[in-house]
T-cell receptor, first 116, second 110 residues
Framework: EPEVTQTPSHQVTQMGQEVILRCVPISNHLYFYWYRQILGQKVEFLVS????????KSEIFDDQFSVERPDGSNFTLKIRSTKLEDSAMYFC??????????????FGPGTRLTVL | RKEVEQDPGPFNVPEGATVAFNCTYS??????FFWYRQDCRKEPKLLMS???SGNEDGRFTAQLNRASQYISLLIRDSKLSDSATYLC???????????FGAGTRLTVKP
């Protein structure tokens, strides 16, 4: 069964450093997403991406964040200057088409980011 | 008011019990509704979509009441493997950003 993959599974970084989280969505999917979940809290939407551009973003997704699809398979989330409060699990997801009851978003296993 | 609000739980039930989770959403423009399941330190996985007429999948039944902006999930004959956090999720019309509830934790005990 096709699945979304993410690397690394765990990233530890120093405050102020840049990190890049990587995702490989399911191959025939067209919509890609990043979510984050701070430990013990709810899953929060960050950004959605379609046709090589951002389609929606939340208030969390400020200038410190960027996304890119550098090639035909990878989808990356970059945090330019990490803060302690960026420590969270970051989930990538993908779907075949735009959100609806019939277009499930499939989640990757997540990258746990720890900012020291 | 939170966008998506759920019973905080935790729910601790014996095997075989029936358990019901409730969820309310604040945005009347919400279009699509889902229940996701999340195991500890794992990714959310779709349990079932919720349709206007209500729908059933084996032991699981989901209901939607648009007038009350209320969604429910009923689990019958609960199994040990049902132990997880259940996430209520809504999607706005013509939008892709899913809004998650904080989740309701269920523990099924022998």
């Amino acid at each position: 069964e096709p699945e979304v993959t993410q690397t690394p599974s765990h990233q530890v970084t120093q405050m102020g450093q840049e990190v890049i989280l990587r995702c490989v969505p399911i191959s025939n999917h067209l919509y890609f997403y990043w979510y984050r979940q701070i430990l013990g809290q709810k899953v929060e939407f960050l950004v959605s991406f379609y046709n090589n551009e951002i389609s929606e973003k939340s208030e969390i997704f400020d200038d410190q964040f960027s996304v890119e699809r550098p090639d035909g398979s990878n989808f990356t989330l970059k945090i330019r200057s990490t803060k302690l409060e960026d420590s969270a699990m970051y989930f990538c997801a993908s779907s075949e088409a735009r959100g609806s009851s019939y277009n499930e978003q499939f989640f990757g296993p997540g990258t746990r980011l720890t900012v020291l | 008011r939170k966008e998506v609000e759920q019973d905080p739980g935790p729910f601790n039930v014996p095997e075989g019990a029936t358990v019901a989770f409730n969820c309310t959403y604040s945005n009347s423009a919400s279009q699509s509704f889902f229940w996701y399941r999340q195991d500890c330190r794992k990714e959310p996985k779709l349990l079932m979509s919720v349709y206007s007429s209500g729908n059933e999948d084996g032991r699981f039944t989901a209901q939607l009441n648009r007038a009350s902006q209320y969604i429910s999930l009923l689990i019958r004959d609960s199994k040990l493997s049902d132990s997880a956090t259940y996430l209520c999720v809504v999607l706005l019309l013509n939008n892709n950003d899913m809004r998650f509830g904080a989740g309701t934790r269920l523990t099924v005990k022998p």
